[in-house]
């Protein structure tokens, strides 16, 4: 047996390419079914495990789905917008405790979150340099969100223009980063957090006033009214001398959010407040995540079994290709073998030798799926969180 197995060695050597490619071709169909059922797994277990701990949402009347994913994932999913009043409802109530998100923003192609100190409780977020919002301005970042920007503690980051064009007045907000979070593998670590009042001076809502006098930035002043030159920042940018400034223009309750995160603290409390918007005319809705997860999963597992379907057609034609070059290969050592059967080699002695080859090509590329199974088991989570937060 060891001579059989050091000929076959010898030989798949000596035939070195050849040998490499049968063993990647068959890794590969071993791979890419097992990677695609780790992800569909991974995406299954976050989006069951977020949802699971979310256990109600308020929006607006319309889709599910998209107010569930905008709340939960910051995705770019727009349910329409609701007023802070409806948190107010939840807390008048006294039947839940109310976390209101505003997600509209982004900067740096991250999702800018407005909330309250309430959500950092709520979902276990710790600081892991510097410290926690204070004032109005500034953002604390989740850790892929820094790692991906290159930003920490002191640095500044300007939202993104919605619109290059916009044609209210309304600037970009730079914001100074106080603070990064500990990573905890979910869409938090790819987020900016911010206070809502900020959220909402981004959006325009509220604006304080800088002394273009005071900042030299004044090119004639005539009856009153003053010019000022290009130095005027294009941003909005909120220091210690303008804070006490800003102010805010509207009624409060009719400030906007996206949605509401409602925490009772047990089921009969989440039952009478999930009773209270049962009526038609209300413009606002009430879901359960942890269902709205189960409708999604349920098309994912269906996609699940087409893709297993695709992977055993494809697989088994590949398999066929395989074992026809294998064939091929045989036919072209026709005259190795008789020579080796001229030479006293019995028929079981070249099948052996022909099945030691075959299984030592299995077995390394068996090693070699594993290893790459391995090597990206560990970014399953990533690419399930991307896939689930991916835009639309």
Partial sequence: MNDTLFLAFAYIRHHAVRSAVLIFALALIIFVPMATRQVLDAAENQLTARASATPLMIGSRGSALDLMMNGLYFT??????????????????????????????????????????????????????????????????GANAATRLGLGAGDLLISDPENLFDIAGTYPLEMKVVGVLDPTGSADDDAVFVDITTAWVIEGLGHGHDDVLEEGMVVSEAEGEIVANAALAQFTRITPKNIDSFHFHGPPDDYPISSVIAVPPDARNAAVLRGRYLAPNDPTQIVVPEVVVTGLLETIFRIGRV?????????????????????????????????????GCHKAMIARLLGAEALIITIAALLLAGAGLMATSHLMDDVAVWLVTTQR
């Fill in 307 to 343: 893709l297993d379907a695709v992977f055993i057609i494809v697989g088994a034609a590949a398999l066929i290709a395989v074992v026809l070059a294998g064939y091929l290969a045989l036919k072209l050592r026709a005259g190795e073998v008789e020579t080796a059967f001229r030479l």
């Fill in 76 to 141: 770019a999913d727009r349910p329409e917008r609701i007023t802070i009043a409806a948190s107010d409802r939840v807390w008048d109530s006294d039947l839940a405790i109310a976390i209101p998100l505003h997600v509209r923003f982004r900067a740096g192609g991250a999702p800018i979150v407005g909330t309250t100190f309430d959500y950092f409780d709520f979902r276990g977020l710790k600081v892991a340099e510097g410290r926690p919002l204070a004032l109005l301005g500034e953002a604390v970042l």
